[in-house]
């Protein structure tokens, strides 16, 4: 099991976050002295990514549904079934502009951990170098 803070979106774990000033696979980004973020393991990075992903086409494939109410027709042709299908409307829209704005925030969330997922591998590969030239010539 890996030592620090995991995700856990089950519950299942009570490990608690820890803040830290930078590391390769924290979210947060640069931030003074003494502010934090959290740090995350590369499995957990990759599980947050798929979710985070995982809920934006959940948001996108909402949205067909609310552009079905953004073309609602009222039932006759008086005044109050015209004046209740444009209402209708209107919240079709608004929802539909929610869902998006919803699904582009994920997508953004997930393309953050992506991001720190970078860090991670470009830390793994310098540490791997830097321990590499450590060891030649010695054997």
């Known amino acids: 099991m890996p030592e620090g803070p995991v995700y856990d979106p089950h519950g ?3 490990a608690p ?3 830290v000033t930078h590391h390769a696979g924290s979210y947060g980004g640069e931030s003074p002295a003494g502010a934090g973020g959290f740090e995350y393991d590369e499995a ?3 599980e947050l990514v798929k979710e985070w992903r995982d809920l934006a086409r959940e948001f996108r494939a909402d949205v067909a549904q609310a552009e079905t109410l953004g073309r609602a027709q009222g039932p006759g042709l008086e005044y109050a ?3 209740n299908a444009e209402l209708v409307r ?10 998006l704005q919803r699904a582009r925030y994920c997508e953004a969330m997930a ?6 997922l970078g860090k991670y591998a470009n ?7 830097e321990i590499g030239n450590t060891t030649k010539g010695t054997l």
């Open 12 to 14: 299942t774990r009570r």
């Open 17 to 19: 976050l820890r803040p």
């Open 44 to 46: 957990t990075l990759h």
């Open 81 to 83: 079934s015209a004046g």
């Open 90 to 99: 209107a919240s079709g829209k608004a929802l539909t502009e929610t869902l």
């Open 111 to 116: 393309d953050k951990f992506v991001a720190a």
């Open 123 to 129: 830390a793994e590969e310098s540490h791997a170098t």
